[in-house]
């Protein structure tokens, strides 16, 4: 029960401070323009009085946009995504309102006042969002009482439930793996559980109906996760089309309008980088072709979006003849799986060495992002002969654009097992965000300069 008021109470509790955090932040903007003497007045100023009936306006507007875009759903989140989510919605909400005032003449924002509102209102909800979670976290605690959960089974779920669980400190995690029905009571009135969270690999349908029944009997609140889930995390919906309901696989594949919005990103960034390095890079060039008089850039087949081939461009860090040497170094792989990393690999030149330190040679592939082969976050393309290995779990992550960086170098690069990295590639497509790319972007510098794992 406890669960459920804190789920009531917690968005009402958001919903309210939003109502006083826009309230407050267009007050501010009003003084601001008008009042301050900070920013120059040409057209004299308006009564506040119509402003304060607009405002109510806006409040009313704003409420139902952040209602529409899901701020009062209760999801595990970050801060930086709780402020991108925040900042999705004060933005859409300005559209709207300067969309009004141009449409209906008699009344017109000042557009600086508008502005003003909107930055603030962004950082004053953001935290109000903070103090509220804060509040939850140990004030509901100490109210309302901690909400124990037991879970019972084993797999790859069960430990990910787990994981999830005792991050967040409003739950209380307690495991069990007997699930007779004597034994289950006892559990349950010991421990004073308020909820039970079935998963196993491998689920008896009599098993659950069991449990169930138990949890029941003792007002417990049951939920459970149907085994398909462990072949196919985060692709999984269910649907009712049909009246009742059922699931249906959806596709993990990035595509319509935020396929488009990282498409833009990718290309605004590349060009960015590209023009500010240009004459480092020219340096580097010269450096390289220096040393040994072999080619600038090194090209390679790879295995891209959607199983299609195409042309990998990096700096030449190794010997002009390294791929032919390549047979006779495999026996000295120093990783598992269908995938070549050695330590101390003999064809690698001197200022090649450097190069692969700093990931510097990765610096062409923002040619192969605007050609549109490659994402500036996502899976490492991988070798025709490494991709030829990969089981059914491993295709996936050909369902989206290859990344120059991703969510596995900055959690090690070559220190990580080709499992660890498969896992990782999985979660990135299953969990993708905008706030995740960038994350991982601002992840990847600390990453390449403390120079750990590159090689």
């Known amino acids: 029960m406890n669960l459920k008021i804190r789920k009531i109470l917690f968005p009402v509790a958001l919903l309210i401070t939003d109502i006083i955090a826009i309230y407050i932040s267009f007050i501010f903007a009003y003084w601001i323009r008008f009042s301050s003497t900070l920013i120059p007045i040409i057209k004299g100023i308006p009564p506040f009085k119509l402003y304060h009936t607009a405002i109510l306006v806006v409040i009313f507007l704003w409420i139902i946009i ?7 759903e209760e999801k595990k989140t970050d801060g930086f995504s709780e402020f991108l989510k925040i900042f999705k919605g004060v933005f859409l909400g300005t559209i709207v309102i300067a969309a009004i005032t141009f449409i209906y003449r008699d009344f017109t924002f000042s557009r600086m006042m508008l502005f003003i509102a909107s930055v603030v209102s962004t950082f004053v909800i953001f935290i109000f969002h903070e103090i509220i979670r804060i509040i939850d976290m140990y004030a509901g605690n100490f109210l309302l009482g901690t909400h124990k959960i037991l879970i019972l089974g084993s797999g790859n779920i069960a430990e990910d439930i787990k994981k999830t669980l005792r991050h967040r400190k409003k739950f209380e995690v307690h495991i069990s793996h007997f699930t007779d029905s004597e034994h289950l009571k006892n559990f349950i009135n010991e421990n004073q559980i308020n909820e039970v969270i079935f998963s196993k690999s491998q689920i008896a349908h009599k098993e659950i109906l069991k449990i169930a029944s138990v949890c029941e009997d003792l007002n417990v609140e049951f939920r459970f996760v149907p085994d398909v889930l462990e072949l196919t995390r985060g692709e999984i919906i269910i649907d009712e089309f049909i009246g009742i309901p059922v699931f249906r696989f959806k596709s993990i594949s990035l595509y319509g309008w935020n396929f488009m919005l990282k498409r833009l990103t990718d290309i605004v960034v590349s060009l ?23 080619p600038v850039f090194y090209t390679h087949r790879r295995k891209g979006y959607k199983g299609k081939d195409f042309e990998f461009i990096k700096f030449r860090t190794m010997v002009a003849n390294a791929d032919k040497m390549l047979g006779n170094l495999k026996i000295l792989n120093e990783r598992s799986g269908p995938v070549f990393k050695m330590k101390n690999d003999p064809r690698m030149t001197k200022i090649g060495k450097f190069i692969r330190m700093f990931s510097i040679d990765e610096v ?54 080709y499992e660890e990295m498969i896992r990782l590639d999985i979660y990135y497509l299953e969990n993708w965000s905008i706030a995740l790319d960038i994350r991982i972007m601002l992840g990847t510098i600390p990453a390449v300069l403390s120079k750990k794992g590159a090689y």
């Open 364 to 417: 062409p592939q923002f040619i192969n992002v605007l050609r549109g082969e490659m994402s500036i976050v996502g899976p490492r393309p991988q070798v025709l002969w490494e991709a030829a290995h990969y089981d059914e779990i491993a295709m996936r992550r050909l369902k989206v654009l290859p990344g120059i960086t991703g969510i596995w170098q900055i959690r090690g690069r070559s220190d990580l097992s």
């Open 66 to 72: 952040f209602l529409y875009t899901g701020f009062y």
């Open 272 to 294: 960015i980088i590209i023009t500010f390095s240009i004459i480092p890079l020219l340096i580097l060039v010269l450096l390289i072709k220096l040393e040994d008089g072999g």
